[in-house]
């Protein structure tokens, strides 16, 4: 702790010449008005009030925790000294001359002000260097105490090893006279252990017997239920064989469906001829009736009606594709009710 102290002084010496150094710099250079000295003097006030604020805090920090470097107290220091150079407004020649004069008739009450300023900080020195005198002080007290505390502990351990000597002490006689009463409990607890495992074995027996009786009777029905499980295989492959035939039925009449619709196309294409013939011969005999050449126009249309006739004739073949046509989808229908009415039962009997 006084090693942080006198660390921290230091510190607070090195501040104050830089800051005197930098003052007589600025003060060669350009002269400094009285604003800007009150300016650099709050600045210092602050930065010791820091330094008293960490100084306070050392006793519950580590030794350089709260502890400012010569480099960051110089870069501190330069920073103010430029923001004073840079806030000072810039001026012509004859200005300058005018503001040397001013500063001149006030350089009394400056150096008045710096060297109160200078006593200020002494008197800061001198109550560092107290507090470092207490410090010391205080050290030395603390030292003493540990001392005492030390010598403390060290009878407390010799006390403590006194009394685990009695207590061991203790401890073997209370042994001593408690064995023949342990020996005694030790002895009733194994009669009762060994009188609990002969019940339990009769237990495991009888249990034992009732579980063979159970696997018997388990092996039966197991037998039991792989013979209808067999069974039922035999059934389920049959139903497949005849799923298998339902399938090929199912391909021939899909094919007979597909000759009845081509059958059925056939019969409305000679539907749509036959509608033409017959606005042809609708034709013919509006004309015929307004033609001068009635003979040619009826053997035309004796003609025509031959063709009819032919075509008619031609047109049976086609009637009889359409009675089959209907057949054939009456199947169709049967056939469809057949296959879902297998398939169902199928499904059924293979969920159950």
Avoid at 278 to 299: F, G, M, Y
Wanted: with cysteine; aromatic share 4%; glycine share 4%.
């Amino acid at each position: 702790m006084n090693q942080g102290g006198s660390g921290e002084i230091q510190e607070m010496e090195i501040m104050q010449s830089l800051v005197e150094q930098q003052a007589a710099t600025i003060a060669s250079e350009h002269p400094l008005s009285i604003e800007e000295v009150v300016q650099a003097y709050d600045a210092l006030v602050k930065m010791h009030a820091r330094w008293r604020k960490g100084k306070r805090q050392l006793g519950h920090r580590k030794k350089g925790d709260f502890k400012l470097s010569a480099s960051q107290t110089i870069g501190e220091l330069e920073g103010e000294n430029l923001r004073f150079k840079t806030g000072r407004p810039q001026t012509s020649d004859n200005s300058v001359q005018a503001s040397l004069k001013e500063a001149g008739e006030q350089n009394s009450t400056i150096n008045e002000e710096v060297e109160s300023r200078k006593k200020q900080i002494n008197e800061l020195q001198k109550h560092a260097k107290n507090v470092e005198v207490e410090n010391f002080q205080l050290r030395g007290q603390l030292d003493q105490q540990s001392a005492a505390v030390i010598s403390l502990e060290s009878r407390l351990v010799e006390v403590r090893a006194d009394n685990a000597k009695l207590k061991q002490k203790v401890e073997t006689i209370e042994t001593t006279h408690a064995t023949q009463e342990n020996l005694d409990k030790r002895t009733v607890e194994l009669n009762e252990q060994a009188r609990v495992q002969e019940l339990e074995r009769a237990t495991q027996a009888q249990e034992k017997k009732q579980h063979a009786e159970t696997v018997k009777e388990d092996k039966v029905a197991h037998q039991a239920w792989m013979r209808d499980r067999d069974a039922t295989l035999s059934e389920l492959h049959g139903l497949q064989r005849e799923n298998a035939k339902i399938g090929d039925y199912s391909k021939a009449v899909n094919e007979w469906i597909s000759k009845c619709r081509n059958a059925e196309r056939e019969k409305k294409d000679a539907q749509n001829g036959f509608i033409g013939l017959q606005c042809i011969r609708a034709n013919l005999e509006k004309e015929l009736k307004d033609s001068h050449a009635v003979e040619d126009l009826v053997k035309e249309l004796k003609d025509s009606r031959h063709a009819v006739q032919d075509l008619e004739r031609e047109n049976a073949d086609l009637w009889l594709w359409m009675r089959s046509l209907d057949a054939c989808c009456d199947v169709e229908i049967a056939t469809n009710k057949f296959v879902s009415a297998r398939t169902a039962a199928c499904t059924f009997f293979l969920l159950r």
